[in-house]
């Protein structure tokens, strides 16, 4: 366990491209322990690429990512399980298993990944569900979910094996505005109720700025902008600006 | 052609290691049961009811014939070794690569397309133990048994036909069929099947699973699954047999 304060994800000059264009281009950034930090950017700017790297979903083709000390570019099998455990993902899609239900889609790694009894299986299923509001759809297939609930469902199993790090990839996208809103309510309550750090990545200012502790700007796979809300409202960059105060 | 080489390898390499993989725990003993009752039962009707129609063809074909070189007794016996021997394992692999092997290419791309493959590596379970694994073993346990299916649905068949023509008592017929039929001309054509189903489960599991061209992907790998897999299912038969005549020389007709 990170102690608060601490860096627990490192990004050391870190690049990365697909059939040899640049996604990344050497893309250095420290989150501390129970901090939220916020990547902003444009559509392919690479923000989504960068939070598959976190997790070792991607691997970079240059640069290290420590994740609670431990590269993770250097780990397979096991030792990468053991690093992913301490992750909780939250995939765009929602990305949940579409031929089981919601109750199934949660109680999947609590099966596969810890020595829990059924019943205590149950209970922490509907522990989840209940603090995401989902408690009466658990029955429920993904196909019968609206966008917003998929979105809550996929939240509640990047939760339910208590994360300390919590990664999330639009978590407003294709969302109305008081859907998104509901999902940055349940993200704030799980940065300030449980201390978890998170990683966002948002076109949403408005909703970024609700969660966010700092703020990176990326564009064309650079780093253009790592900061707190008051320096980056100060910020020259005209993109940053835009980014930053579109609302 | 380099490409088609490049392909061969990957998809040799995706074989070797799923087959190491089968032999190493955890063992995915419930998620193996449920594919093979997605392969196997599932498949039970399309291949029954083909292999009856088959049988009724095939009478129909050959019967004019060996009546007429006054063989007529010997429809039964061609009807027997001929789906034993070849049609059964053949056309059951190939309707499985059809049926089976389109399913697990769409499946399993639409799988990389919403990303539910990165969900399942991102709880950190092995996404390949639990997804490509379990198909493979399946599709090689079910085939022999599907196999065996089409070959007794064939003589069905045959008998049918045969029974509106002479009214042949089905006990002749049985007895008849299985005159000098051997142990080596059902049990290793039987056995061949397993290589069919390890084609068949590979080489879909291999377009589904690593595919990287989001939807449109879901699309091509369930045809290119279909169409290579019964491409090697046929190539691989001719090597087969040619090994079946040489461990079983007996079993050359």
Known sequence: MTNEGEPIIVLDHISKSFASKPVLQDVSLTVAAGE??????????????????????????RGLIRIAGENITKLDGEQLSHVRRKIGFLFQSAALFDSVTVYDNLALPLHRLTAKSKKEIDESVDFVLNEVGLISDKNKMPVELSGGMKKRAGLARALVLEP?????????????RI???????????????????????????????????????????????????DELDYHGNAIVQKLFEES | MIKWFQFIGEVTLFGIRAIGRSFSPPFELQTIWNQIEEAGSRSLSLVAASGFALGVVMTLHTRSTLVMFGAGAMIPRVQSLAFFVEIGPLVAGLLVAGRVGAGIG???????????????????????????????????????????????????GGFCSEFAFSHLSLRLYVTRAFTDLQWSNFIPPMLKTTAFGFIIGTVSSFFGYTTNEGAAGVGRAATNSVVVSSLLIILADVILVKCIFLIFPESAI
Do not use: W, Y
Request: hydrophobic share 50%; glycine share 6%.
């Open chain 1, 36 to 61: 939220a930090l916020c990547i902003l950017g444009r559509s392919g700017t690479g923000k989504s690429v960068t939070l598959k790297l976190m997790i070792a979903l991607l691997l970079p083709d």
């Open chain 1, 164 to 176: 300390e790090i919590l990664l999330v990839d639009e978590p407003s996208s294709g969302l109305d």
């Open chain 1, 179 to 229: 859907t998104a809103s509901e999902i940055d309510d349940l993200l704030l309550e799980q940065k300030t109720k449980r201390k978890t750090t998170m990683v966002i990545v948002t076109h949403d200012a408005r909703g970024a700025r609700r969660i966010g502790d700092r703020f990176a700007v990326l564009d064309q796979g650079c780093l253009l902008a790592l900061g707190r809300a």
């Open chain 2, 106 to 156: 769409a499946i399993l791309a639409n799988m990389r397309a919403t990303e539910q493959i990165d969900a399942i590596e991102a709880i950190s379970i092995d996404s390949f133990n639990i997804l490509v694994v379990p198909r493979i073993i399946a599709c090689v346990a079910a085939l022999p048994l599907l196999t065996v299916f089409m070959d007794f649905a064939g003589l069905l």
